[in-house]
Each structure stands twice: as structure tokens, then as C-alpha cells.
């Protein structure tokens, strides 16, 4: 039987360049991974319906957390001219299994008088990323 694991022992790891070590990032709360592949067309004329071959993966996705003053590696690997290297862990109960590589960042500040202070980043591969999940 498969072992199922919570959510709240998730891990970001991220460096601030894109030749940089990642280490753990602080303050996050949520990821996401976008594996999706391109669909190209291979329709030919006559032809009774449309046709597809499974194109290149286009890795991507999203960080969200809350803004903390002492850990600025989301800024910094956004502001980065080479970008950043992500590793992220669904759970620490099962290090073995990541998605990660070369990436870079955008990353966003919201607050509001009824919130606290939230960070979320986007992110997308560039490079060959590895996937062990």
C-alpha cells in the first residue's frame, strides 16, 4: 500500500543565482508543479479527425508564502541575470523524492489591513529539471 503524507512537511530549496547552491527557503506555505507537455499537430489533409503527437514538457508553477524580512531568496533569485536553482519536496519524510533544476523566478508582495504580508512566485524551467516524484 502506498504511504500517503501530509502537506505540512513540504520543502522549498532555492539559490539566489543561477550557479548557486539551493539551500532552504524560509516562510513558504504552498507550491505547485505544471508538468504539462505541448501537443503538436500531425493533421494531415483527409484526414477525419484531428491529430497529436506529446511534445516537449513545459515545467512550471507557483510558491506562495508569507514575507519574512531576514530570508530575501525569492528577491534575490528573482532580481538573479541567471536565474535561480529550485529543489522542491512534497514532504521531509521522503527526501529521496523532488522536482528541481534551473528556474527562474518572478515573485510578488501582497498585503492587506486583514492579512499578513504574502509572497507568491512564479516560476519556469530553464534547463533540464529533475523529477524523482
Do not use: C, H
Not at 45 to 57: H, L, R, V
Not at 62 to 69: D, L
Not at 111 to 119: F, G, K, N
Amino acid at each position: 500500500m502506498a504511504v500517503k503524507y501530509s502537506g505540512a512537511n513540504g520543502l522549498i530549496y532555492m539559490s539566489s543565482t543561477g550557479t548557486g547552491t539551493p539551500t532552504l527557503a524560509g516562510g513558504f506555505r504552498a507550491f505547485t508543479i505544471d508538468n504539462s507537455r505541448e501537443a503538436v499537430d500531425t493533421t494531415e489533409f483527409g484526414a477525419s479527425n484531428k491529430t497529436e503527437i506529446q511534445g516537449f514538457p513545459s515545467s512550471n508553477g507557483t510558491f506562495e508564502g508569507f514575507w519574512a524580512t531576514d530570508d530575501t531568496t525569492m528577491r534575490d533569485a528573482a532580481n538573479s541575470p541567471d536565474g535561480t536553482n529550485i529543489a522542491v519536496y512534497p514532504s521531509r519524510n521522503a527526501m529521496s523524492r523532488y522536482f528541481g533544476g534551473p528556474a527562474w523566478i518572478d515573485y510578488s508582495l501582497s498585503t492587506a489591513v486583514d492579512q499578513a504580508v504574502t509572497i507568491r512566485g512564479n516560476w519556469r524551467s530553464r534547463g533540464n529539471m529533475v523529477n524523482t516524484l
